[in-house]
Structure formats: C-alpha cells, structure tokens
C-alpha cells in the first residue's frame, strides 16, 4: 500500500498541481485515458445505489442518444471525469519479480515494479406526467449538456416506448425494443439521453444516477449488457467499481463468475520489467479475455479489494473551495493563475470551460496559435491582444462554470469516498454474442481482500551462458519452470516451450494449456465454490435463477426533483444566476461512447 499510496500521490499532484509547472491548464496529460473501455462505479448503501457512468462517445452530437433501464425514477446529477482517472490509476493492477540468487554471468536488468498502462446544469425538469394511454413521460429536463426524459411502459411493452422516443428526436437503432422488452415487464423506469440544442460531444461529463428501493430491500448493483450490444466493439473492456459503506464487503458478480487468471501462464520475465519491448498493457487484456472466455465469456476478474484510506484526501483541498475569488479577478491572467492557486484540477472539463469564455481566435499571432501557448499562464496576457474588438471577460460566468462542472462534482465524489470503507475494482472483456446476460453484483463479507499488487519470486540461472535461463518461479506455495533466451537485441525474452499451446493444449502439451481459476460467488458461502471447468456452462444456468430470486418488486411512489439545473447563460451576458449549473462549449477532445447502467434485476 506503501506504494499505492506513491502513485496516487504523484497522480494527485499532476490533476491538482501540475499546471503550475508549465504555466497552465493545457500541458501534456501524463495520464493516458484508453479510448475504448466502459468504466461505471456504484456506491450501494442498504436501498440507496449512486452510479457514476462514464459516457464515452465519439461522433456529430446530433446522431447521440442513449437509453437506461432503472428499477426506479432517478435522480441525476453530473460527475468528474477526473475522478475517475484518478480511482483508474490508484487500482490498476502492478506486477513485481522478486530475483533470488542470480549468478554473476546472467546479464540480467533489475526488474521493478511494473503497472499497466490506463486502460483507462441547464433548465429544472417538468415533473408534470403526460400520460399516451401506453406511454407514460414521468419528466422531462436538462441536466448538464444532456436533455433527459424518463418513461414508463404502462402496458408492459417497449415498442410504444420507442416509438415515443423516435418521434420526439431520441433516436433508437433498430432492434431496440427487443432489447428493452424484458426490462418493461419488470415495470423499469426508461431514462432516455440526447445532448442538448447548442451543445456538442466535448461538454460531456459524466453521469451521476441516484435511486432507492423500498423499505426493506437491500439494493444491488446491476449492468444491462444486454442493452450495449447494438454499438459493442469485441473483447470490449468494463471496468466496475463497487463502494461498500461498511469494511470487508467485498463486490462479487452472482449471474457471472469470478475468475482468477492462471500466473503460470503470464509473461513475467517481459512484462514485470521496464524493458519497454512488449505492449503489457494489451498483453494483460489479451490474458484477461483468455481467462473470461474459459467461463463462455461470462466472468469478472477481482483485481483489487481493500480500503479506501488511499483516496481519503484527494480532493479535500477544495472542500473550502470560495467561488467568489474567481468572481473578483476580472484579468483572464489573473483569473487562470487563482485557478491553479485554488487547486481546480487540469482536466478535459476545466479546458473546455478555458475554452468557451476565452475563445482563442482563429487568427491568433505568432507565439498564440497552439492551445498550450495561447491560455499559458505566462502568455495569455500577450496573447489576450488578440481577442476582437469589442471583447469582454466575463469572469462571474466562467467562475460558476468551474464551480458547478468541476468543483461540485469533485466535492461530492470525495464525500462519497469518505462515507464508504471498502472499495471493490472488477474487470472484465466481453464481445457482443457474449452480452447475453447482465451482470448483478452482491457483497460477501467473508472473502480475503485483494491486492492490486502482484509478486512472484524467481530464482534465475545461466547454464550456458549468459542468454539461456532457467527459471523456477513461486508464488505461494505453488512452484513452476520455465526456459528461454532473449533476443539478439538483449529486449525481449521468448519462452521455449512457449507459455500457452494456443491450439487448446491437448496431448501431449496438456501441460501448457491456459488453466484459470473459476469461482461462483453468490453471496452466500453455502451456495459458492470451485466451478469445475466442464460444469461452467450449466453453473451458468444455475447461477442465473438464483439472481432471479434476488429481484425485488420495482414499486416506486415519489419522482425525485431534478429540477436543480439552470442553465449558466452565454459568454456575452453578465448577469449570471449564482444557482447556475451547467454551460454548452463550442469545441471539445472527443470523448467515447459509453454503457449502459445500473439498477438491480437488469434482466
């Protein structure tokens, strides 16, 4: 943890500090974001399930809409992408070789610890109910860049839902209501998503979904992969993080099984080192989808549980965060330097906001062109010369833009980690003929935690020379042999026998088959265990009724009020609501498309 704790620190001071040292908000981003991954994290507390979801999505902001399926009427709020990528880097999985006894004439590197590379408010809602006669609109409004509306199928049919989405500019892509059909016989409530008039694909942020079961009702935290396989790319990542508020509850998948990779297997000698000359970072997904496709796609890997002491003061430098010392700087100079004082974070979000009130012209002079050098902290005053006549600052503005997109949201993720004391990371791989159930997670207090650090120990030996090894490994109480030289280029190690027969195993080469570990996780001691590899596709089945029985009465009475959202007004208008809460912005990076959601009973 010691070094957990090193590399969320340095994390920490790049999203918080690290624009004071190049003179600003657009420098290089040390943390690399993968493009094409699903990242969700749930806080569950007895009937109350918070979802943060990342929406990905790359395309015209016309063509983007999405829709989710929930137990319950939600309420909504926006979240902070670096928040994320702060939870992504602080649990990704690292992987140490601990050399023993290497001999003298073994020109071997010193391999350290290695980590995977990241794989990484608008107009209040209208609560009035217009009723079809099949299609009932609970409320309709805007949060965030997003217009909302949330439906409920009165006969239990999802085609009038998608009618009604069609024709009121949700598009839907074909198919849709067969995907839907079983969530409106469970009565869910349809939350539908499209980006709001005037706004494009870089406003997005994430989504912040809240809902409560009844009294009584312990609520769990569910994916609808069922719903992403219109627009699912194969061996697609998910990453999940589960928040319990009690210690030791550890998140298990219960209609999909936990599975451990086979370490005898891995490619130590490559990717438990800095040499560079194998791509670890989709070497370990590959593994990962190796292991999953062992229970017919259908399984998780733990790759950390524990505390969250480790993320327990990311954001408190904000907690006393005043708007109103950026209301007062009227100099745009002044005003990004009092950013960085104030600790805003140099993510995604913040430039978008640098960029809609500061509009970098287009005809912008020498030494003024590039993002990087036009709002540089040490520049922008020189640059600022060329904004058109006629231009103005509006600092109210641009200050409750930062506070309400950045700064809130980064609030109320820290209350969320500081009122949890148990953390759960699960990843997994899965293609589109694979989503054919979705993932329900419970906690099981009696299962170990899991670090996120990986160690094996290797004893090394030259017997020829100082290219061919031999290497015993231990890993617990489990022993293993391997063999093999580098290249001529003294990078890349290459096995002989090579580490997995890719052609099954069979015969003679049984042994160099791929043998993960299978588990299924119900909840219950009485009903886990060892899942044999031939009994994986009917312990499926098994598995699937017992997540049925776990599937509450989606009863519901109340619509949460959302309308808290106003939108935050133009550039050009000085008159700012101080209850403003989100802004459109002209130009983005282009994030991703994203999942999908929660709820229990996503079947």
């Known amino acids: 943890m010691h070094n957990l704790m090193l590399t969320v620190m340095g994390a920490l001071a790049l999203f918080i500090h690290g624009g004071q040292a190049c003179g600003g908000f657009f420098c290089s981003q040390a943390a690399p974001v993968d493009q094409a991954s699903e990242q969700i994290l749930f806080s569950v507390d007895k009937n109350e399930v918070t979802s943060h979801i990342r929406i990905q999505y790359s395309g015209p902001s016309e063509l983007f809409s999405w829709i989710l399926p929930l137990p319950t009427p939600p309420k909504l709020d926006v979240g902070s992408n670096s928040f994320f990528d702060l939870l992504e880097m602080s649990t990704r999985p690292t992987f140490v070789m601990r050399e023993q006894d290497v001999g003298d004439q073994c020109e071997m590197y010193d391999p350290p610890i290695v980590a995977m590379a990241s794989l990484a408010g608008g107009d209040g809602g209208d609560t009035e109910e217009e009723n079809s006669g099949e299609v009932m609109v609970l409320e309709q409004g805007q949060v965030g860049p997003f217009d909302f509306v949330l439906l409920l199928a009165l006969t239990g049919k999802a085609e009038p839902v998608v009618e009604w989405l069609n024709e009121n500019k949700y598009d839907q892509p074909d198919g849709t209501a067969d995907l839907l059909q079983s969530y409106a016989e469970y009565n869910f409530t349809f939350l539908a998503l499209r980006m709001s008039k005037d706004k494009n694909s870089g406003d997005i942020q994430p989504l912040v979904v809240s809902y409560k079961f009844k009294d009584g009702i312990d609520a769990l935290s569910c994916i609808p992969l069922k719903l992403t396989k219109v627009a699912a790319v194969e061996d697609m990542p998910v990453y999940v993080w589960v928040f319990a508020k009690t210690a030791k509850q550890r998140a298990v998948p219960v209609n999909f099984l936990e599975v451990q990779m086979d370490w005898k297997k891995f490619d130590w000698m490559n990717c438990a080192s800095f040499r560079g000359c194998v791509p670890c970072d989709q070497y370990y997904r590959d593994t990962v989808s190796r292991t999953v496709d062992v229970a017919d796609g259908h399984g998780f890997i733990t790759e950390y549980s524990g505390n969250l002491e480790f993320a327990k003061s990311w954001f408190q430098q904000l907690e006393n965060f005043d708007v109103k010392e950026l209301e007062d700087e009227s100099k745009v100079h002044k005003f990004l330097d009092k950013m960085l004082q104030l600790g805003v974070p140099r993510d995604s979000t913040t430039q978008e906001i640098i960029r809609k009130w500061v509009p970098k012209p287009d005809d912008a002079s020498e030494g003024c062109k590039e993002d990087r050098d036009f709002y540089a902290t040490w520049n922008i005053e020189k640059c600022i010369k060329d904004m058109p006549s006629g231009w103005k600052f509006n600092a109210k503005g641009m200050a409750r833009d930062i506070n309400n997109r950045v700064i809130l949201p980064l609030q109320n993720a820290q209350k969320m980690v500081d009122s949890a004391s148990h953390l759960t990371r699960l990843f997994t791989?899965?293609?589109?003929?694979?989503?054919?159930?979705?993932?329900?997670?419970?906690?099981?207090?009696?299962?170990?935690?899991?670090?996120?650090?990986?160690?094996?120990?290797?004893?090394?030996a030259c017997p020829d020379n100082n290219k061919d090894l031999e290497i015993r490994f231990q890993m617990g109480e489990d022993t293993w042999d391997v063999s093999g030289s580098f290249k001529e280029d003294g990078c890349e190690f290459e096995y002989d026998p090579p580490l997995v027969d890719q052609a099954g195993g069979s015969g003679s080469n049984t042994g160099r088959r791929y043998e993960p570990k299978l588990f299924k996780r119900t909840g219950d001691p009485a009903t886990s265990g060892v899942v044999p590899r031939e009994e994986v596709t009917e312990t499926l089945l098994e598995l699937e009724q017992i997540a049925m029985k776990l599937m509450p009465d989606n009863e519901w009475s109340e619509i949460p009020d959302n309308s808290h959202f106003k939108d935050s007004g133009n550039p050009d208008d000085d008159d700012i609501d101080a209850n403003s809460a989100f802004n459109s912005?002209?130009?983005?990076?282009?994030?991703?498309?994203?999942l999908l959601v929660l709820g229990i009973a996503c079947f």
Do not use: H, Q, W, Y
């Not at 989503?435 to 906690?443: A, H, I, K, Y």
């Open 585 to 594: 912005a002209p130009s983005l990076l282009t994030l991703l498309l994203g």
């Open 429 to 460: 791989t899965i293609s589109p003929s694979e989503m054919t159930s979705d993932p329900l997670f419970t906690f099981d207090k009696t299962l170990p935690d899991v670090s996120n650090r990986v160690e094996v120990n290797a004893t090394i």
